[in-house]
Nanobody
Framework: QVQLVESGGGLVQAGGSLRLSCAAS????????MGWYRQAPGKQRELVAT???????NYADSVKGRFTISRDNAKNTVYLQMNSLKPEDTAVYYC???????????????????WGEGTLVTVSS
């Protein structure tokens, strides 16, 4: 099985910074895209940022210029540097990984999606 473990959430004042980390472990052959999503109370889960194995990134408009996603392929870890935080960034942040567990799955294109349990980010005004 595969596990994604997030860390780095917490309480911060508006304008502050936090860095989230997510480490993937278990039966992993290769990881395609990794990303961060968030869900605020009473709202649907939304994309924050994604990064491919080649380093191509994609951001939600609401975080462009403030958040930076990066990854360490050797450690199967993805990071989210969050600067200039706003109260509306308050949410549970979830890590996601699209990966292959073995060579056969990769050849056949049978990628699987995995999610972490989430880490709470609270931004006070």
């Amino acid at each position: 099985q595969v596990q994604l473990v997030e860390s780095g959430g917490g309480l911060v004042q508006a304008g502050g910074s936090l860095r989230l980390s997510c480490a993937a472990s278990g039966r992993i052959f290769s990881i395609n895209a990794m990303g961060w999503y968030r869900q605020a109370p009473g709202k649907q889960r939304e994309l924050v940022a994604t990064i491919t194995s080649g380093g191509n990134t994609n951001y939600a408009d609401s975080v462009k210029g403030r958040f930076t996603i990066s990854r360490d392929n050797a450690k199967n870890t993805v990071y989210l540097q969050m600067n200039s935080l706003k109260p509306e960034d308050t949410a549970v942040y979830y890590c996601n990984a699209d990966l292959y567990s073995d060579p056969i799955s990769r050849i056949k294109g049978y990628g699987m999606d995995y999610w972490g349990e989430g880490t709470l980010v609270t931004v006070s005004s």
